[in-house]
């Protein structure tokens, strides 16, 4: 059972457009939602993460938006590059005893044409 | 700064073979994870540890073992190397109460012929 469902699975997009990756989770126990970044041949790197007390965070050309009520929540790229081709996935942790639970979506492939 | 290390980087496995995945950070993180990513399919927690000595399974634990003597080192033991072992494995490491941010290794491709 998916906990985490991402989408779309593959975007292109121009460069200089907008990228618009979604996520929308079940359980309401979910208290840290991260976005990680993976290159080829690399392990993912954790990009931006937000906490549901706030609606939105920037950082640079990278923004979360979270909405609570509908749980979902989607990661922006604004004047998208050809750098910024890679892999996205998001996730969503909990706690559990006394360790934390990471729940990971699938992965959105991101092809930035130049 | 080095920040998790992982050897080797590709492997070829016979079937029915072992082998050990060798991980290791140097950032003193009590927290540690294996990981394995197929094709379409996220990643998935094979193991974890909390700190030297301590060991939990993750959603896929069959036919891995892990161990943790030291802080530094979480190795992976693949036990008669199966097709469906072939993927692509993760360690990562963390200093915060679970897993707030994962610092990732490089990987290592394992395939299972």
């Known amino acids: 059972q998916q906990q985490v469902k991402q989408s779309p699975q593959s975007l292109i997009v121009q460069k200089g457009g907008i990228s618009i990756i979604n996520c929308a989770y079940e359980n309401t126990a979910f208290d840290y939602f991260p976005w990680y970044q993976q290159f080829p041949g690399k392990g993912p790197a954790l990009l931006i993460a937000?906490?549901?007390d706030v609606s939105e965070k920037k950082e640079g050309r990278f923004t979360i938006s979270f909405n609570k009520s509908a749980k979902q929540f989607s990661l922006h790229i604004m004047d998208s590059q050809p750098g910024d081709s890679a892999t996205y996935f998001c996730?969503?942790?909990?706690?559990?005893?006394?360790?934390?639970?990471?729940?990971w979506g699938l992965g959105t492939s991101l092809a930035v044409n130049p | 700064n080095a920040g998790v290390t992982q050897t080797p980087k590709f492997r070829i496995l016979k079937i029915g073979q072992s082998m050990t995945l060798q991980c290791t950070q140097d950032?003193?993180?009590?927290?540690m994870y294996w990981y394995r990513q197929d094709p379409g399919m996220g990643l998935k927690l094979i193991y974890y540890?909390?700190?030297?000595?301590?060991?939990d399974k993750g959603e896929v634990p069959n036919g891995y073992n892990v161990s943790r003597s030291t802080t530094e080192d979480f190795p992976l033991r693949l036990e008669l190397a199966a097709p469906s072992q072939t993927s692509v494995y993760f360690c990562?490491?963390?200093?915060?109460?679970?897993?707030?941010?994962?610092?990732f290794g490089s990987g290592t491709q394992l395939s299972v012929l």
């Open positions: 996730a969503a942790s909990a706690r559990a005893g006394n360790n934390r639970k990471l729940i």
């Open positions: 990562a490491s963390s200093n915060l109460v679970g897993n707030e941010k994962l610092f």
């Open positions: 950032m003193n993180h009590n927290y």
């Open positions: 937000i906490r549901p």
């Open positions: 540890s909390v700190g030297a000595g301590i060991t």
